[in-house]
DNA sequence: GATCCACAGGAAATTAAGGGTC
DNA sequence: GACCCTTAATTTCCTGTGGATC
């Protein structure tokens, strides 16, 4: 049995292994940014103009996850906010929206009217997204005296989702035309390198005035980034020497991702300290990986809507009885079919969007989704689990409804004909 | 080279839901 | 309560795909 007044004790009475653990956070800004002063530098150099009351060129910023995109534009912000202030001129408004929450053309114009003006809100939904327009020019004139900066995070999103939002981009970035006091400066931020390419050419020639390139750290940037948080992050003496170039090399294989780096550092330190040891070892950093990787998935299939894991576990039957037969789109839909009937309260999908979740789930890494052709048998997904079946049992289980349904042995895998739009079709090998 | 299969996936249409105004 | 608006989810329709087979 488990002694936890013991576990408690031990735990007061070992080293402690951070010192600020905050520090390894990615929302903290640090003073310094390491390997960003390029990135700084231009960003600095369009805003500068804020300071002598004219409006900054709009700017796009590209980079994948973890390159310090959000981390250069805060930092950059408080900057510039400070020097306003000592040269008290009126300090800029800030408002910054992430697309992938706010992922409408009317939720973002509702937010920033809701951010400048909280007391007077735009209703979630039901005005005429022209009448919101409106609103907003007639808030910015009324709140903003000077520039007012809008940032939208992950824009991509924004676009790929509505084609709507194509307009509210253009008008967004003429706004200052019809505006009398404010001024309005859009900062578009994408993970996205070619995202550029999906933009309707009005909007690419309003919006991108200026662009910065934010490159991946490589393994001897991200040890930097490492050391100079760890410093203040945990006590002198709880890392070994190896651990921080580990943490570095592990992250720089995903494309240089800092937050990853900063996550694998604080998730080891966290397990180091649950085990009562006096430092962190390679092991720590490993099993953090593992950890990592377990929680995203975990977390992603809990989070699924039932449909979706209703599609995951017609793969997850076809896997666990298919005696060495491949697990195709046709084969997963008629499965699908037969869990559907047995899901209370469970609406039957078409094909088409089975389909479409599958790619989803392809997306997301749970399952490994490849088209082939087999010629005149046609063209597939050919589907497999990327996690054990045992890993997707536990994390399916907080559904109630699919709970007795773990061991169904789908009918259609016990015979060589498959059923699609009432024919019958001979099964791949 | 033409044909065929089993979808893949884009685009448009439809439906339902949530909220507003009058 | 009727009607309008936006949005999200889904369906329907359609064209495209790529390699085996004819």
């Given amino acids: 049995m488990f002694d936890i007044d013991n576990y408690f004790e031990n735990f007061v009475k070992t080293n402690k292994i951070f010192e600020e653990r905050n520090i390894l956070r990615p929302e903290f800004v640090p003073k310094i940014l390491p390997h960003r002063d390029n990135q700084i530098r231009k ?27 959000t981390a250069v534009v805060n930092y950059v912000k408080g900057h510039l906010n400070i020097q306003c202030r000592n040269s008290e001129l009126p300090e800029p408004k800030w408002i910054s ?17 809701n951010e400048l003006d909280p007391y007077n809100p735009v209703p979630i939904a039901g005005w005429p997204i022209d009448v919101v327009f409106d609103k907003l020019i007639e808030k910015l004139d009324t709140y903003v005296h000077g520039i007012c900066f809008i940032i939208l995070d992950e824009i991509d999103i924004l676009v790929k989702k509505m084609k709507k939002s194509h307009d509210i981009l253009y008008n967004l970035a003429r706004i200052n035309s019809r505006l009398k006091q404010a001024k309005v400066n859009i900062i578009g931020i994408s993970n996205v390198l070619n995202f550029k390419n999906s933009l309707d050419p009005r909007v690419l020639s309003s919006l991108g005035e200026e662009e910065i390139v934010f490159p991946a750290y490589n393994a001897q940037e991200l040890k930097e980034i490492l050391d100079q948080r760890a410093n203040f992050a945990f006590q002198r003496g709880a890392l070994a020497h190896d651990i921080i ?16 780096a900063l996550d694998l550092l604080r998730k080891a330190g966290e397990l180091a300290e649950r085990r009562q040891s006096p430092s962190i070892t390679s092991d720590f950093v490993y099993f953090a990986q593992n950890d990592i990787e377990k929680d995203k998935m975990k977390e992603y299939c809990e989070s699924l809507p039932l449909q979706s894991k209703a599609i995951l576990l017609s793969i997850y039957a076809m896997q666990k009885n298919r005696a060495g037969n491949a697990i195709i789109t046709g084969d997963v839909y008629s499965c699908y079919l037969e869990l559907q009937k047995q899901i209370p309260g469970l609406n039957k999908l078409s094909q088409r969007r089975v389909s479409e979740i599958i790619r989803e789930l392809d997306l997301s890494g749970i399952v490994n989704a490849q088209i ?35 061991d169904y042995r789908p009918k259609c895998i016990g015979s060589n004909i498959t059923c699609f739009k009432g024919q019958k079709y001979v099964k791949l090998g």
């Avoid at 929450?101 to 937010?111: D, I």
């Avoid at 170039?245 to 990853?260: I, S, T, V």
């Avoid at 087999?374 to 997707?392: H, S």
């Fill in 43 to 69: 960003i600095a150099e369009i805003v500068a103009c804020t300071l002598k009351n004219s409006k900054p060129s709009n700017i796009f910023i590209f980079g994948k996850t973890g390159t310090g995109k």
């Fill in 245 to 260: 170039p580990l943490c570095a090399a592990l992250a720089a294989k995903e494309h240089g991702d800092a937050r990853k």
């Fill in 372 to 406: 082939k052709s087999n010629g005149r048998y046609g063209r597939t997904k050919f589907i497999n689990l990327n996690i054990p079946l045992e890993d997707l049992n536990k994390y399916l289980l907080n559904e109630n409804r699919l709970n007795d349904l773990f």
């Fill in 97 to 113: 929206l992430n697309c992938q929450q706010v992922n409408s053309s009317y939720r973002v114009l509702a937010r920033i009217c």
